[in-house]
C-alpha cells in the first residue's frame, strides 16, 4: 500500500498505541487483555530501554497507525505489532511488517497468532512466514500458533 512508511518511536505515539490496545474489538482479536494505563506505559518504557528490541511506529498518510515491534526471546527473535482499527483493512499492516522485515538482522523470525486471528495470519502469509508447528494452547487458554520466516 502506497503511503505506508516506519519511523522510530517518539513519546507521544505511545498514547495512541495505548488507545489501540484498549480497543475491546482488538484485544479480542489478538486475545489479549488491554493493560491499565500504567501498566502500558510502564512496558513500554521496559521495551523501548532495551537495546536488544527493535520497534518503529508505523505511519499511514501522516497519521500514526500502529507499531511493529522485534524482541529476542529464548534466542528466537520474534515480531509482534498491533494497527488501529481505523487503519484496518487497507493493507496498512502488510505494507508495514515488510518493510520491518527488512530491519531485523539476518536470520530466522517467529511469530506466535491465536489460531483464530485470520487477519494477522493472512498477514503473516502475505509476508512469507510458514506454518512452523501444530497449534498449542497456551497456559491461559489461548491457542496460538507458531509462525516462521527463513
Ligand atoms: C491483524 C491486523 C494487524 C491486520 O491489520 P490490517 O492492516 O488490517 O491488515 P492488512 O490490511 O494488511 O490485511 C492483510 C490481509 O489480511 C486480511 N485481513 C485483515 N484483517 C482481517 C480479519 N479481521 N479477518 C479476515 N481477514 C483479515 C485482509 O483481507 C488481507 O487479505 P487479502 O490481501 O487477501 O485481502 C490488525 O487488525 C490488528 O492490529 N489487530 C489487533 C492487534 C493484533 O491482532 N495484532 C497481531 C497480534 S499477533
Known amino acids: 500500500m502506497a503511503g505506508v512508511s516506519l519511523r522510530e518511536v517518539v513519546d507521544d505515539d505511545i498514547e495512541v498505541f495505548f488507545a489501540d490496545q ?13 493493560r491499565e494505563r500504567e501498566a502500558f506505559l510502564a512496558h513500554w518504557t521496559r ?23 522485534s524482541w529476542d526471546q529464548a534466542g528466537e527473535r520474534l515480531v509482534g505489532y498491533w494497527i488501529g482499527r ?17 530491519l531485523l ?10 489460531t483464530a486471528n485470520t ?5 503473516l502469509h502475505k509476508c512469507g512466514f510458514h506454518l ?6 497456551a497456559g491461559d487458554g489461548i491457542e496460538e500458533v507458531h509462525f516462521v520466516r527463513d
Do not use: E
Open 22 to 34: 484498549q480497543d475491546p474489538v482488538a484485544a479480542r482479536m489478538a486475545a489479549v487483555a488491554p
Open 47 to 69: 521495551v523501548r530501554a532495551d537495546p536488544s528490541n527493535i520497534m518503529r511506529t508505523v505511519v499511514a498518510g501522516d497519521a500514526v497507525a500502529g507499531n511493529m515491534v
Open 86 to 102: 481505523d487503519h484496518w483493512g487497507r493493507g496498512v499492516a502488510t505494507a508495514a511488517l515488510r518493510q520491518f522485515l527488512d
Open 105 to 114: 538482522p539476518a536470520g530466522p523470525v517467529h511469530a506466535y497468532v491465536a
Open 119 to 123: 487477519g494477522s495470519i493472512r498477514v
Open 132 to 137: 512452523a508447528g501444530p497449534p498449542v494452547t
